[in-house]
């Protein structure tokens, strides 16, 4: 158990649609990251916060937005949901901002979307 | 940019057979290095790390050498059990931010 928890675990939807997911990272951590897992693209990095704030972006596309709450829990809202946004999505914790030697980034289970 | 290039799977092996799985890398800098591994069903679970030239990570039998001049992370196992069954992910984290670059994974599945 990495100490990383995501919910749901499975989520099953139809295209159009909104959904919300959410991750609580390890305690003590600070900076969540978000990937996503497809068999088309691979694991990819989407996005990271820090202490509430976005500190960088990857792939994300434009109908997908996160937030860091004061709690330090995550949401990655998924909107306008297509048939390809079907993929396992995993939050990541460490505990640092920066890149450094020591920081090692945390993954809980997933939650896995399927879009109809 | 930053990449991570993985051999292809499936690996099939035996019980208690060695195990290499090929990982090279192409970065800017001085990259931190990582095997994470997902078994069925499950998260990924850092398995082990190298985060400069010449450092050997390891964990549960499993090494990995960090070497700059192949730029490779290999991940090896003198002899592997059933329940190392899994996909073995390579991959590097380096310039400024921490994210993570994944290989594509390579699923392992070890025969009785």
């Known amino acids: 158990d990495s100490g990383v928890t995501q919910t749901p675990k499975h989520l099953i939807t139809a295209t159009g649609q909104r959904v919300t997911l959410r991750c609580s990272p390890r305690s003590g951590d600070l900076s969540v990251y978000w990937y996503q897992q497809s068999l088309d693209q691979g694991l990819q990095f989407l996005i990271q916060?820090?202490?509430?704030?976005?500190?960088a972006k990857g792939n994300i596309l434009e109908r997908f937005s996160a937030q860091q709450f004061p709690d330090l829990h995550s949401e990655l809202n998924l909107s306008s949901l297509e048939l390809g946004d079907s993929a396992l999505y995993f939050c990541a914790s460490s505990p640092l901002l920066r890149t450094s030697i020591t920081d090692t980034q945390y993954f809980g289970p997933g939650t896995r979307l399927t879009v109809l | 940019g930053n990449s991570v290039t993985q051999m292809e799977g499936p690996v099939t092996l035996s019980e208690e057979a060695f195990l290499t799985i090929n990982c090279t890398y192409t970065?800017?800098?001085?990259?931190?290095l990582f095997w994470y591994v997902q078994y069925p069903g499950e998260g990924l679970q850092l398995l082990l790390k190298?985060?400069?030239?010449?450092d050997k990570g390891s964990n549960k039998g499993f090494e990995a050498t960090y070497r700059k001049e192949t730029t490779s992370f290999h991940l090896e196992k003198g002899s592997v059990q059933v329940s190392d069954s899994a996909v073995y992910f390579c991959?590097?984290?380096?310039?400024?931010?921490?994210?993570?670059?994944f290989g594509t994974g390579t699923l392992l599945a070890v025969q009785p």
């Open positions: 190298a985060t400069k030239a010449d």
């Open positions: 991959a590097l984290r380096g310039g400024a931010t921490n994210k993570l670059i």
């Open positions: 970065a800017t800098g001085y990259p931190s």
């Open positions: 916060y820090y202490n509430g704030e976005e500190r």
